[in-house]
């Protein structure tokens, strides 16, 4: 099974970009479907982006469409999501998170999850 880590999160201003990386451990990372995920405190977990196992179909959610891509190298076992014009409410933990099944767009159906990195927006 894969497992992952998340890295680049960070503080950034308003209207600042980051680019978070979620590096996958195995042989199979392009056998997974994988999202980006994020929880604000006090807030329900909302999805972000997903990427089919070979892209390039990508989905987004409507709070970041426009402005977040995600992307995947399968050479390298990454996932990326390049957050651009940030804002304050983009704050929360952001996770990745993989789906090795056939059904591939909730919440429900990605079993494997990060720890989970901090990016704050500040206005």
């Known amino acids: 099974q894969v497992q992952l880590v998340e890295s680049g999160g960070g503080l950034v201003q308003a209207g600042g970009s980051l680019r978070l990386s979620c590096a996958a451990s195995g042989r199979t990372f392009s056998t997974y479907a994988m999202a980006w995920f994020r929880q604000a405190p006090g807030r329900e977990r909302e999805f972000v982006a997903r990427?089919?196992?070979?892209?390039?179909?990508?989905y987004y959610g409507d709070s970041v469409k426009g402005r977040f891509t995600i992307s995947r190298d399968n050479a390298k076992n990454t996932l990326y999501l390049q957050m651009n014009s940030l804002k304050p409410e983009d704050t929360a933990v952001y996770y990745c998170?993989?789906?090795?099944?056939?059904?591939?767009?909730?919440?429900?159906?990605?079993?494997?999850w990060g720890q989970g990195t901090q990016v704050t927006v500040s206005s």
């Open positions: 998170a993989a789906c090795s099944g056939l059904v591939c767009y909730e919440h429900r159906h990605f079993t494997t």
């Open positions: 990427i089919l196992r070979s892209g390039p179909n990508t």
